[in-house]
């Protein structure tokens, strides 16, 4: 039997000698927890106020709106593509649920065409993605526009405020058994996402789908549909980042959510998220959004200029995907 | 050395060069004589891909000397190869399909006009295209579509422009590795018939391929290399390809392969009037079950379509498809599946496998839904067993069922390839170049698996250029031509030279 | 008609490939032309000399920017920092002005700035292999934060000189300035783009980087010129607008790299690298302004720019995409 032995003594090597810090380092989300680990007992040490039961909740509270927004991002990347529009998206949802309970319309009914509307735009997204064949990065930049070019036809005549219902503002500010609603819908979005991703045909065919789209295809994985329904999943995501963010915030500014797609794709590379398709983690964008909301947190206690949180966030995101790089150049 | 020293442009002694845990060249030493063919021969993995990038400065060797006309030399880069008169060719297409061939020629090199003191230089795109346009002359004596993208230009144009780059920097030496690859029959003999031209104008040529065959028609001498070693040098008159092989393996190998007779039972696929536009023409044909069929052709004839059309992976403008009698619309390679057919392309790493996939997650891709329960949940135990009886069954080489695919050898990644096929429970699979980038060993192990599919009722389609494989397994073959089937051979009618000859039209 | 083999089919179909660059520009002319004259008719204040040349100075600063960017997209690459470049170098120029530094080495210095910060980019790109699309996203967060502290959120302000204001506001034979400077850097792009080394590199990497690495080319050394290229452009756009705005806030600057590859892709260069137009990227500036000054003469409420700039790019992509689907293209698999 004649093997090449390159290849034989290759694949001994990543089987067998591999670094075993190595191997640690590249498990799914153990190398951003070690960098959250470290800020989070930084932060303990050297700011007072950090470790109180409302700090923390605060802090897990602020990142829960990007924490969603990336877990569509990163849906979205895994395939390859990616969802600029998501930040206008937000703001577009919000608005549309905000006005129309503004003009009387059922909380519910509102919040289901909110999310509609987001699903929608995303499925615009990937519709036009797959059958015409044009960048993402193009097609979700254009929708970037549209959807807050409408949002602000939706804020022309009069702000979207006033609108608050009780019930709307318990969903972003009520508590459950102490525990902030927002938390407990997140926490019920991340498992079901990452049981979605982890043990569900659907999680695996959008890997598939993300490593190689023609292979995929070849072995009878129908690649359009799925990347459609990626996008439509970021869609809703961002739609519920944005419902959340309404009744947080209890008024609709026209600029709100801009921005979003770039903390989003900080979370979900900070996360291990390649931009090549192929690789992610439910676990380690949760994290990554978490890092994120810690260093704007930081910077807060230690009474350092909001500024410098850009600073920290770019340097951060040119870190994790330069190690992500290096360890893919590795295996 | 027994040669004359003026006549070898280039002499390698003791070779040696390591990647981490491989030896891949151990001591090998070379001479290249003005004015010859150097045929440069070996299984995948015998060291002549490192050997020919040291001779192109992409590698640098651990060990050893290169002279250049006597002068020892330490080759730097790429550029340093080529001042020293050393070009190289390589496999895959290295022009920059934007670009006319005028552009590629120079691309690195460009002459230019220099005001203001050498400040400034404004490309001179007229000396350019004339010196192109001296070459071509010299060497093809044709010139045509220097001012064209040669993204326009077809298969032979392009490697013809990629020679004439090799030689515009007045190379004395110039490697080619598979430069016949993407090229039609006739085109080459036109391939040929230029690298002849360089051999009398006294350019040496070092010629890397697998086609023995086609090494005869060219090469002065043989140089064979085994495992990273040189095994041998012979001299083209005094060997043939048998001896040449058993080099090449070190032993003996049966070239002969033979399908075993399987009964051959009712009629399991049948393609009626396939047409794609400007592609495929009236494409009619059918499989038994037990049956091999091959499809013969040159490079370019429609093969691949032909098979990527029926398992509806391109768009076909009229046709139809029945399986065991019944019609099936198919209209993706989902509807495929869902008939009982399947396709294990041609380019495995890129639409066969997915290789950053693991080998579990590849064999149960086709057929996830066999391990979902409730709709949509993976049932993983039953996916790990599924996997690792394959693993079994088809004897592939992998540590875990998790290992990503990427690291196993090319045989192992057509079996698991073929696993997932088989986990469809086919009743036809379509082979495309079922054995391209094999090594003999595993080829056969190919063979008995594509064997025992056909004895258990099953039914193959293979298209193949290796044409005593597809005569060996099939029991009948269609040839294609120009898009269309043009004759059908029975087991016993087809010989080389008659496929041959309808293949490349010599019926009309 | 006949089956003249495949060879003669993708010769016919890839024929049409290279005239749709040039037909490309003509429609870009005829779009042009057409919004002229509809918007002369609808409104008598466009067709005005004034009106154009305030058209021509307000694309003047994205298009310049985007020339820049025609070069990085040509590679293949992308570079998103280019408006926060934008913003530090205005800033840079302003700062030294309002220290007292001569006019000359100010702007000296934000251009070198510019220069260096590009040349970052591609450093991080190259060496550390990070996608352009990663490593300048990083680079416009880090630099606009940067700005950000640098001003203290409030703008510098009280640095304009007789002469710095002149490359804003002054004008020569009756047209600005930074119209002058775009034309003028349009020229000589153009020729370092289609007649110069450089150039012919830059859309040799972006065709096929092997073709480029083989032929003995440094190719990270090219990557890392052709983004040290962008950042020099964008700081001269940066300098420009200093002194357009007589202040500069922590935002100049923000946005512009989505309105310069805006600019480019209507121009009709791909993002997949390979070609590109300067002329293009020009028109595609001019147009997108025009549409913005038409709907500004129309009391057009100025929230429908941003829905109709969106479907201006969805148009320009679909635009050739649609055009290849109704010619019948062949599978070429």
């Known amino acids: 039997m004649i093997t090449n032995p390159k290849i034989t003594i290759h694949s001994k090597k990543t089987a067998n000698s591999k670094n075993p810090f190595l191997i640690l380092l590249t498990r799914e989300g153990v190398g951003v927890s070690l960098i959250l680990i470290l800020m989070f007992l930084f932060l303990a040490v050297s700011a007072p106020n950090f470790l109180t039961v409302g700090n923390l909740s605060n802090l897990l509270v602020q990142s829960l709106f990007v924490m969603l927004v990336a877990f569509g991002t990163m849906f979205v990347l895994s395939t390859g593509g990616i969802d600029l529009s998501v930040g206008s998206v937000l703001g577009l949802a919000g608005g549309v649920t905000g006005w129309l309970m503004m003009n009387g319309l059922n909380m519910w009914i509102a919040i289901l065409a909110g999310l509609f509307v987001g699903a929608l735009i995303g499925a615009i997204n990937g519709l036009i993605i797959t059958k015409l064949g044009v960048s993402a990065f193009l097609v979700t930049f254009a929708m970037l526009y549209i959807a807050r070019g409408v949002l602000y036809l939706l804020t022309k005549d009069e702000p979207i405020r006033n609108f608050v219902t009780p019930e709307f503002a318990f969903l972003a500010q009520g508590k459950v058994l102490g525990i902030p609603m927002p938390v407990l819908i997140t926490l019920v979005i991340f498992l079901l996402l990452y049981f979605i991703f982890k043990s569900t045909s659907y999680g695996r065919l959008i890997i598939a789908a993300g490593s190689n789209t023609e292979a995929a295809r070849l072995s009878g994985v129908s690649t359009d549909r799925i990347k459609i329904s990626v996008y439509a999943l970021s869609g809703l995501l961002a739609a519920v980042a944005g419902i959340l963010l309404t009744s947080r915030l209890t008024s609709v500014q026209p600029s709100m959510g801009s921005e979003y797609e770039l903390e989003a794709i900080a979370a979900a590379v900070i996360g291990g998220t390649s931009l090549f398709g192929g690789k992610a983690s439910v676990v380690g964008v949760a994290i990554g959004a978490l890092i994120l909301g810690l260093v704007s947190n930081g910077l807060d206690l230690l009474s350092v200029n909001q500024f410098y949180r850009l600073i920290i966030t770019g340097l951060i995101i040119i870190t994790a995907v330069a190690i992500e790089r290096y360890l893919a150049a590795k295996s | 050395m027994a040669v004359e020293d003026d006549h070898v442009l280039i002499s390698l002694t003791g070779i040696t060069k390591e990647f981490p845990g491989v030896k891949a060249l151990e001591n090998v030493s070379l001479d290249v004589r003005k004015g010859e063919v150097l045929a440069l021969v070996g299984e995948n993995g015998a060291g002549k891909s490192t050997l020919i990038k040291i001779l192109s400065g992409l590698y640098h060797k651990d060990n050893g000397e290169i002279r250049v006309r006597g002068k020892s030399v330490e080759i730097q880069d790429a550029r340093h190869a080529q001042e020293l008169g050393i070009s190289t060719i390589f496999q895959e297409p290295t022009l920059a399909p934007h670009l006319t061939a005028v552009e590629n020629v120079y691309l690195g090199r460009e002459i230019y006009h220099s005001y203001f003191g050498g400040t400034v230089k404004i490309l001179n795109e007229k000396e350019m295209y004339q010196e192109t346009e001296k070459l071509y002359r010299n060497f093809f004596s044709t010139v045509e579509d220097l001012k064209r993208p040669v993204i326009e230009l077809g298969a032979l144009k392009n490697r013809v422009i990629e020679i004439a780059k090799a030689l515009s920097v007045k190379a004395s030496v110039v490697i080619m590795d598979e430069p016949t690859a993407a090229l039609a029959e006739h085109e080459r003999e036109v391939l040929f018939d230029f690298i002849r031209a360089l051999k009398e104008q006294g350019v040496s040529v070092i010629y890397v391929s697998h086609h023995l065959k086609e090494l005869f028609l060219l090469a002065d001498r043989f140089h064979v290399m085994r495992d990273g070693k040189h095994i041998a040098t012979v001299s083209a008159d005094e060997t043939d390809i048998d001896q040449l092989v058993s080099m090449m393996v070190g032993r003996e190998i049966s070239n002969f392969i033979a399908k075993e007779t399987v009964p051959i039972g009712e009629e399991s696929l049948r393609v009626i009037g396939l047409n794609q536009p400007g592609v495929l023409k009236n494409i009619n044909f059918h499989i038994k079950k037990g049956e091999i069929v091959g499809i013969a052709g040159l490079a370019g004839s429609g093969r691949t379509e032909t098979v990527r059309a029926v398992v509806g992976a391109d768009r076909i403008s009229s046709g139809a498809v029945e399986v065991d009698g019944k019609p099936f619309r198919i209209q993706s390679p989902r509807d495929a599946i869902r008939a009982g057919i399947g396709l294990l392309p041609e380019n495995r790493k890129l639409h066969g496998a997915l290789i950053e996939m693991s080998v579990s997650n590849n064999i149960t891709l086709a057929s996830i839904k066999r391990v979902l329960s409730k709709k949509f949940v993976l049932k993983k135990k039953a996916e790990l067993d599924i996997a690792s009886d394959y693993v079994q069954r088809l004897g592939i080489k992998t540590p875990t069922v998790h290992q990503k695919v990427r690291f196993l050898s090319g045989g192992n990644q057509q079996k698991v390839i073929l696993a997932k096929w088989l986990f469809t429970k086919p009743k036809v699979l379509i082979f495309d170049e079922p054995t391209i980038g094999i090594d003999v060993g595993a080829k056969v192990e190919v063979y008995n698996l594509m064997a025992e599919f056909v004895r258990g009722g099953g039914g193959i389609l293979m298209v193949s250029s290796d044409l005593p494989e597809l005569m060996g397994l099939s029991d009948r073959i269609y040839v294609m031509h120009k898009g269309e089937f043009v004759h059908e051979f029975s087991r016993d009618e087809a010989t080389e030279e008659n496929i041959m000859y309808y293949a490349s039209g010599g019926h009309q | ?333």
């Open chain 3, 1 to 333: 008609m006949e089956n003249k083999g495949l060879e003669t089919v993708y010769r016919e179909n890839n024929f049409r490939f290279s005239l749709k660059i040039d037909r490309y520009l003509l429609g870009l002319f005829i779009v042009l032309g057409a919004i002229i004259v509809v918007m002369s008719f609808l409104s008598a204040n466009f067709l005005t000399h004034t009106n154009l040349l305030n058209v021509l100075q307000q694309a003047s600063f994205v298009m310049i920017l985007a020339f820049g960017m025609t070069f990085v997209l040509s590679t293949g690459g992308i570079d998103l920092s280019v408006g926060s470049i934008c913003g530090i170098c205005g800033g840079m120029a302003a700062w030294l002005l309002n220290k007292d530094v001569n006019v000359a080495i100010a702007i000296a210095a934000a251009l070198l700035l510019g220069v260096i910060i590009g040349a970052v980019n591609g450093l991080t790109i190259t060496k550390l292999n990070l996608s352009p699309f990663m490593a300048t996203l990083a680079m416009m967060i880090i630099l606009r934060g940067i700005l950000y502290v640098w001003t203290g959120a409030i703008p510098f302000r009280s640095y304009m000189t007789s002469s710095f204001q002149f490359l804003g506001s002054g004008r020569i034979f009756g047209v600005q300035f930074p119209v002058i400077v775009a034309i003028v850097l349009l020229v000589v792009l153009l020729i370092l783009y289609r007649k110069m080394k450089f150039g012919r590199h830059i859309l040799a990497l972006g065709s096929s980087e092997e073709a480029v690495r083989i032929s003995g080319i440094k190719v990270d050394m090219l990557r890392i010129k052709v983004y040290a290229l962008s950042g020099l452009i964008a700081a001269a756009a940066g300098v420009l607008l200093a002194s357009r705005l007589a202040t500069v806030n922590p935002e100049m600057g923000k946005g512009y790299e989505l309105e310069a590859i805006a600019a480019a892709i209507i121009g009709g260069t791909a993002l997949t690298g390979g070609k590109g137009t300067l002329v293009g990227t020009a028109l595609g500036a001019i147009i997108l302004f025009m549409i913005k000054n038409a709907m500004n003469l129309k009391n057009v409420n100025p929230y429908w720019e941003t829905i109709v700039i969106g479907f201006i790019i969805l148009l320009a992509v679909a635009v050739p995409i649609l055009a290849g689907y109704i010619k019948g293209r062949v599978k070429n698999s």
